[in-house]
């Protein structure tokens, strides 16, 4: 269970579709008939229908052959997975338990291959907000009796969900009865990453989402999608850093493999999104932004701050990479003189010696600003230029500067001693990093709501740009805080918390990983790269973009010193793929 060896695939996709999850049984009294001991395999084949297929292996686990008269279930639901098969010794048959629409249903069968519809449950019962899938059955002993029940277990997919046409839709977390704050809110979703490169898909299907459909003719982009369903538009004022983080995600999405189909459907949208900030938050016209600025603290930053202009700036590298592509000159052009401009006049109006502040001539004329304050997300955008590969927005020294301030200052130990009314994701003992703090004074009467609060998302995207910036150390060490407070016991492994369960926010952590392996992706150029920052002469780990994925290692021989390195592509093209790292580099194909 310590040391893994990877094997060539055991079941493959075929012309049923692709493969969703399942589970294996031994029968080892045969009665299906492929052999005494037989390993049988259940799998939901997925394409334009869902159906359930098996297949068994007669030399324990290693090769498996598909059932010949696969499908052995189908429904007219679309949604029609994930089977759970145990043997009943009650009935002396197998059970089968499958997830169906908003409901699990139970089969029964004398031989793995006839099943029997049996019961369903759960139309009008429990929670409907997301999608039921995963489902188990386990016969558990009652406490205190000697009685035994069974317990059925349906995992919900609480967050996200396609409608028909396959468009990605999602809440920004959940609770019991219903979901928490709807529409694909772009400036939370701002922060996650796993998404884009385990499922691309559908981080492109949000791209098309917010520019083709939720950006006006002005550039005015709804941060919520309300029109998808045919409702009006969200009628909000804009959200400064969800709207360029928008042109980021664009960005990383190209370079991750979408192709120019998205680049060039978007691009029209896409600037004018981005040709927006300097009309709607520049009120002075000198590359910063510095008028009414909503954001993800959901209320509105006054004057200039580096939250919003670093966003900024990181969307103007971006903006000028897509446009010079396009052959779009003009606007290539404006974005690069604009970032020269915006990142001058930003440094030297917010740089306070150990961070960037907010400038404001009265910190109390307005609620809700935090000043001085050292700012957890003060420089989010140098973040997201270095996941994007798009170099710094300020200067290094600065940016370095800035961000081990956010450490030092905003990283506890203890919560123990922390005052906090508003929510609590962290207390007593626990360790955490708060947004913001004033260590030179000046907090204001009413700082932003969220301000002594601690969020996991804001602190992955914190620790990975720590990493980034060679602070292993303590970027490991804010990961550690918060996989320590959500360890099994105190909070729940699987479910970090903000404003709801499964937050969307905290898919920031994948931003970690890509820290730590140094994983480089300009699929436009079919190139990607390796730098890893820890373990160094032994390293190994996953990556994945729209293309393909697979696992990089790299291993320094004892002998000669050589650092030797491999890519090894389990799924997707390798042909043509060039690989960057610090040494030579082999490519294997393994699918």
Known sequence: LVTWEHQPAAIAPDALGTIFSGSCVVDKDNTAGFGAGAIVAFYTSASDRQVQSMAYSLDNGKTFKKYARNPILTSTQRDFRDPKVIWHDGTKKWIMILAVGQEMQLYSSPNLKDWTYESSFGEGQGAHAGVWECPDLIELPVKGTELKKWVLICNINPSGFRISDGTFLSWEGSFPQHGSCEGNCTHVWNYAQTAAFLFPELEQSMRRTEFLLETDDTGRMAFRTLQVFGDKKWEMIPAVDGQMGTILRLYRDWKLGAGDALLKETWEKAALALDFAFTYWDSDKDCVLDDQQHNTYDIEFYGPNSLSNSLFLAALKAGKEMAAYLGDTAHAEKYVEAFRKGSEKMDSLLWGGDYYIQVIDDINAYKYQYGTGCLADQVFGQMLAHLNHLGYVLPEEHIKKAIHSVFQYNFKETM???????????????????LCSWPQGGRPKLPF???????????????????????VEEGLAVVKAVRERYNGYDWNPWNEVECGNHYVRS???????????????????NIIGFAPVIHQDDFRCFFSNAKNWGVYSQKRDPKSGKLETKVEILYGEADGLKVNTFSDVSVAKSM
């Open 507 to 525: 898919m920031a952590s994948w931003s970690v990983l890509v820290a730590l392996s140094g994983y480089q992706f300009d699929l436009v150029n």
């Open 416 to 434: 123990e001693d922390h005052v906090n009314v508003q929510r609590t994701y962290a207390l007593n003992q626990e360790k955490g990093l708060v």
């Open 449 to 471: 709501v969220y301000s002594d609060e601690v969020w996991s998302g804001i602190e992955y995207q914190v620790a990975a740009h720590l990493i980034f910036e060679g602070f």
